[in-house]
């Protein structure tokens, strides 16, 4: 449009990392919230839906009918974030896909000083947007920023707008938009090997520091 590239900066979202200072451990998260202690929890956090689009949850809930029980325990898969007259449609998609109830957990939105402690309570936390040109290269999840702040492995799509700030097996593992078997893989890849998820969750937490909205004034202000 005619504008000098030098003038402009594009800067992604950050995360209050005061939000996640001193939060309790995973067992303690659980015990507030009410959530299992002996099962093994796959987490998203965040609306279900943005402006009529969904955002993986029914490729998400797919990928349930393939994730093995762990030490006679079901895994559960946690949705927090609502719009809940959602849910109805994806229990349907449960049900036609072979994916017991007792698997799944909806929650509606909560407090935004709580999302901190859902997050922490979560084994893995999962961001699994589609394909499409908007999730693609227009978009800053604050929920990714808040998930490597949480210091809990996280998986997400392979899409443009995530390789800005994720790396495929360094602090991160990313999945084929779409695939529910390459997240149900994904997922027990993480289940089963404890210490690369710890590897990955503590990278990713060092590489946010530097996406704090504090850091993110910083480079507005030396840019102007």
């Not at 009410?34 to 943005?50: A, H, K, V, W």
């Not at 994916?99 to 799944?104: A, G, I, S, Y």
Request: aromatic letters at 8%; charged letters at 25%.
């Amino acid at each position: 449009m005619g504008f000098s590239a030098e003038k402009m900066l594009v800067l992604p979202d950050a995360v209050d990392l005061s939000l996640f200072t001193d939060l309790p451990p995973k067992e303690e998260c659980r015990r507030r919230l009410g959530l299992p202690q002996d099962r093994s929890i796959i987490g998203y956090t965040g609306r279900f839906e943005m402006m009529g689009m969904e955002k993986g949850i029914p490729e998400l809930i797919q990928s349930m009918a393939h994730v093995p029980s762990l030490n006679g325990r079901e895994p559960l898969l946690v949705c927090v974030g609502g719009p809940m007259e959602n849910v109805r449609t994806y229990l349907d998609v449960a049900h036609r896909h072979g994916v017991p109830e007792q698997r799944l957990q909806f929650c509606d939105r909560v407090p935004n000083r709580e999302v901190p402690f859902w997050m922490r309570a979560f084994d893995i936390a999962v961001a699994p947007l589609p394909a499409t040109e908007h999730y693609a290269y227009f978009v800053s999840p604050l929920k990714l920023f808040e998930y490597m702040a949480a210091g809990v492995p996280i998986v997400t799509s392979d899409l443009p707008s995530m390789r800005e700030i994720l790396a495929d097996e360094e602090n991160a593992l990313l999945v084929n938009p779409g695939d529910s078997e390459h997240l149900s893989h994904t997922i027990m890849r993480l289940l089963q090997d404890q210490i690369l998820g710890e590897r990955l969750a503590q990278c990713a937490l060092q590489i946010v520091q530097h996406y704090t909205w504090k850091e993110r004034a910083r480079k507005i202000l030396a840019h102007i």
